[in-house]
């Protein structure tokens, strides 16, 4: 069974930083891209950053609201994606999910997220 | 600043038929979008419904299916039941690993 768990949620000053962890089991985790998407107290998801497998080399992209100040990346002997996220602020609180990306199977491309882990919540106050 | 629409809220009667639209502020919404849906109850992670515009997610009933419909990505749902009471997210996928998830439709069935 896929499995996808966050951690490392909390509250933070703004401008401080936090690192979130995201635990994967029950596939190959390194052959595989993920996500983190947040959702903001009553608001929608938002996308925030993607992260390759190893085969592209773990490149990242990211949203435009938390690029320079958030960074994605991969221990695939571990299992565990993070996603350290530096100067803080009140508009970062949020639910944090990680999500895995499928993008081939059998030469037949996707775009999709087909597994949500429970999310973790970030809160950005003084 | 590309922004994907979604009506903010839709209701329908138990038995009915509703169909939800994903449109991008400038252009059309093609299956080169990999268009995707998911449904969201409180307090829950999203569900992944259907990807690749029509694709339906393992468990999804074949009453909920997805299309393109002229310019917009479509989620519809016919015979709807109260446990399709939720909310529902779009996310079309721009290229170069970036993403644009809609403001989401709030359903409502009564």
């Known amino acids: 069974e896929v499995q996808l768990v966050e951690s490392g949620g909390g509250l933070v000053q703004p401008g401080r930083s936090l690192r979130l962890s995201c635990a994967a089991s029950g596939f190959s985790f390194g052959d595989y891209a993920l996500s983190w998407v947040r959702q903001a107290p009553g608001k929608g998801l938002e996308w925030v950053s993607f992260?390759?497998?190893?085969?592209?080399?773990?490149?990242?992209e990211y949203a435009a609201s938390v690029k320079d100040r958030f960074t994605m990346s991969r221990d695939d002997s571990r299992g565990i994606a993070y996603l350290q996220m530096n100067s803080l602020k009140t508009e970062d609180t949020a639910v944090y999910y990680c999500?895995?990306?499928?993008?081939?199977?059998?030469?037949?491309?996707?775009?999709?997220?087909?597994?949500w882990g429970q999310g973790t919540l970030v809160t950005v106050s003084s | 600043q590309t922004v994907v629409t979604q009506e903010p809220s839709f209701s329908v009667s138990p038995g009915g038929t509703v169909t939800l639209t994903c449109g991008l502020s400038s252009g059309s919404v093609s299956s080169s979008h990999y268009p995707s849906w998911y449904q969201q109850t409180p307090g829950q992670a999203p569900r992944t419904l259907i990807y690749?515009?029509?694709t339906r997610s393992s468990g999804v009933p074949d009453r909920i299916s997805g299309s393109i419909l002229g310019k917009k990505a479509a989620l519809t749902i016919t015979g709807a039941q109260a446990e399709d009471e939720s909310d529902y997210f779009c996310v079309v996928y721009m290229g170069r690993g970036v993403w644009v998830f809609g403001g989401g439709t709030r359903l409502t069935v009564l």
């Open positions: 690749s515009t029509n």
């Open positions: 999500a895995r990306v499928l993008l081939m199977v059998a030469s037949t491309l996707y775009r999709h997220f087909d597994y």
């Open positions: 992260i390759r497998s190893k085969a592209y080399d773990e490149t990242t």
